[in-house]
């Protein structure tokens, strides 16, 4: 099993942003992790040019986008961004991309959101031909016609994985892509509801085994401050929760918040819990480190002991 932590911006200076971003990545790097996984926050940084600074700072990590919205931008668009990331990472990133969420894609962005589950089949037609090589990409289907020359090519095959939570999503995953990244997917999900579907859809379609990346918070923390890590999880982290995408996997599992599925406690419990995502079947963690405490200086210890924690999991889980 891969072990990754999610690297994203939070509120501030942009440059400031940045500079704590890329401090992140070093860090990531030195500990051993397996891969970074950047999220496409709807009002903050671009998780592509994140990405291609973060590659210019490494030589190792997989850099992975969890998740770029397909729905805002052309498939051309993405996969010329892709690639270019792709180079200044020098061939290390995974790209996740997803059909993302009415609140973002009709709401914020004032754009259509019906059928996305075709319109996710139909844009990886055109995005996986793009990633491909160089030539002409040439894709008629019923949401695209494409006939567009592109000179870029890839310095290494680009993975793509696409968010899929229910089964038509997990049937177009498995078939098209590398894999699925996850968020509110808790190990009974992964088990009996992800893995089955993701893996017949590959097998039937003559693909490899797909990855599988969960993502969720982890807090080191004492026996006593559990329900407060759990409480902070459901307040920095629960609002995605409205989306009935969310909701509708989340039946599939035992958690009911995000809360339920924050992992928080000591070194032996935090353990024990990834191990438990091993065994459903996850073939990465995605790790939202999830500090605790009443001021500054608290949170950054506590998000400090909680990744030093999971840097010294990471090489004994593998």
Same mark, same amino acid.
């Given at each position: ?5 999610? +690297? ?7 440059? %400031?942003?940045?500079? !704590?971003?890329? %401090? ?92 996305? #589950? ?43 994985? +696409? ?7 997990? %049937? ?15 190990? $009974? #999900? ?16 003559? %693909?490899?085994?797909? !990855? ?12 006593? *401050? ?12 629960? *609002?995605? *929760? ?5 909701? !509708? ?25 990834? $191990? ?28 400090? !002991? ?9 090489? *004994?889980?593998?």
């Amino acid at each position: 099993m891969r072990i990754g932590v999610m +690297i994203g911006p939070e509120k501030g200076d942009s440059g %400031r942003k940045l500079e !704590r971003m890329l %401090r992140d990545i070093e860090w990531a790097e030195s500990a051993g992790m397996d891969t970074a996984w950047i999220p496409q926050i709807p009002t903050d940084f671009d998780a592509l040019i994140t990405i291609a600074a973060m590659g210019l700072k490494t030589s190792r990590i997989e850099l992975g986008t969890a998740v770029v919205p397909l729905q805002a931008q052309h498939p051309i668009a993405l996969a010329r961004q892709a690639l270019s990331a792709h180079a200044a990472a020098g061939g290390r990133l995974a790209l996740g991309v997803g059909p993302s969420h009415h609140w973002i894609v009709r709401d914020m962005l004032g754009l259509p959101y019906e059928k996305p #589950a075709a319109y996710s089949r139909d844009y990886l037609d055109v995005l996986n031909a793009a990633l491909r090589g160089t030539g002409s990409v040439d894709v008629e289907n019923d949401t695209f016609t494409v006939h567009n020359p592109l000179d870029l090519g890839p310095v290494a095959p680009v993975p793509v994985l +696409i968010a899929a939570l229910g089964p038509v999503m997990l %049937r177009i995953a498995g078939e098209r892509t590398d894999g699925t990244v996850l968020w509110m997917a808790d190990e $009974r #999900a992964i088990e009996h509801h992800v893995l089955p579907k993701i893996s017949k859809a590959a097998a039937d379609a003559g %693909r490899p085994a797909p !990855r599988i990346v969960a993502g969720l918070p982890v807090c080191l923390c004492a026996a006593g *401050e559990v329900d407060e890590a759990k409480a902070r999880a459901n307040r920095i982290l629960g *609002e995605a *929760e409205v989306s009935p995408n969310y909701q !509708r996997l989340l039946e599939q599992g035992d958690a009911r918040d995000i809360g339920d599925l924050c992992i928080a406690g000591d070194e032996e419990t935090i353990a024990a819990g990834l $191990r438990r995502y091993a065994d459903a079947g996850a073939t990465d963690l995605s790790i939202r480190l999830l500090p605790i405490g009443d001021d500054r200086d608290t949170l950054v210890a506590s998000k400090r !002991r909680t990744r030093e924690m999971i840097a010294v999991l990471a090489r *004994e889980l593998r």
